[in-house]
Structures are given as structure tokens and as C-alpha cells.
């Protein structure tokens, strides 16, 4: 009988937008039919928008390795967690220069097979009106809204308690 062979399944976002300047977590999980071996091994590489060659970003093996040169050089971090299947990066500042396509390639022997994940990142200079924007202008708006009806109510109240006050000082004084 043939057994089926072994593979590592990555997993990424499609696309990613991001502002000029900030930092962004590229996020890549896995999942393996084995359990993680010592020799667990992630290659993150980047190819910019013009298809030219690919260039390294990220290295992990045992442990992080940070890349001597390159334009990523002193601005990706290791912000994964091996235990949880997640081999994510950290970009900091970013460019757009960075504009392109990220892979995240993971093996763990004897799975070192498998799916390549990859994230098309668009650096841009501001951030589109998306429904959590929408969702966050709501949500601001209702608890506006909620503390102009809370505050209304109480001044009626005092107000109305102010009259009644006066309605029996009044009364008081005419007895």
C-alpha cells in the first residue's frame, strides 16, 4: 500500500494593505502531520512588484536569524510562537519599496513538502474607509449619543427637582 506523503499546510492572508511608516505583522501559521521536530525550519522571502529576483527576509532554525544585509536589514523581527504553529515577522517602518509579494515556507522534517504561503502587501500612503472604520464610527457615534441622552435626562431631573423644591417653599410660606 502507498502512504500518502507527507506535507506541511501554510497559511497566510492574500493581501495586505498598510500604511507608509508603520509596522505590520505578517502572520503565517501552520499545521504538519508530524509533531514539530528540533529541526523545524521557516524561510520568509519577499519579491518586489517588478518580478525581480527574490530576496531573503527572515530565517528561523532553532532559533531567529536576522539577515546581515538587504533592504528588510534591521527592520523585521521574529514575532512567532513554534509552539502554536505561528512564524510570523514583524515589519517595522514600512516603505513603499516594500510593495510586493512575501512567502513564508515552512519545514518540518520528515514533512518538508507542502503549500508556500504568500501575502501580497500594498504599502499606502492612507488608509481606505473599510467597514471597521464604518463599524468603528458607529460604535463611536451610539456612545456619543447614549452620554447626550444620559446627560439631558439628569439636568431634567434636577431641573424638575428644583421646581418641586420651589413648588414647596412656596406652599411652606403661604401656610
Known sequence: ALWPAA???VHTSREVDAVNGT???LKCTFS???PISQHLSVTWNFQPEDKSSHEPVFYYLKEPYKLPAGRFKERVTWDGNIERNDVSIMIWN???TDNGTFTCQVKNP???GGTIGEVRLR???KV??????FLAVAIGSACVLMIIVVTVVIICRHHRKKAQDKRT???????
Not at 481606505?128 to 472604520?133: G, V
Not at 417653599?169 to 401656610?175: G, K, N, R, S
Open 32 to 34: 504538519s502531520s508530524n
Open 110 to 112: 520528515p514533512d518538508v
Open 7 to 9: 506535507a506541511v499546510e
Open 128 to 133: 481606505h474607509f473599510s467597514e471597521i472604520h
Open 23 to 25: 509596522n505590520l505583522r
Open 94 to 96: 514600512l516603505q513603499p
Open 123 to 125: 504599502v499606502v500612503q
Open 169 to 175: 417653599e412656596v406652599a411652606d410660606t403661604e401656610l
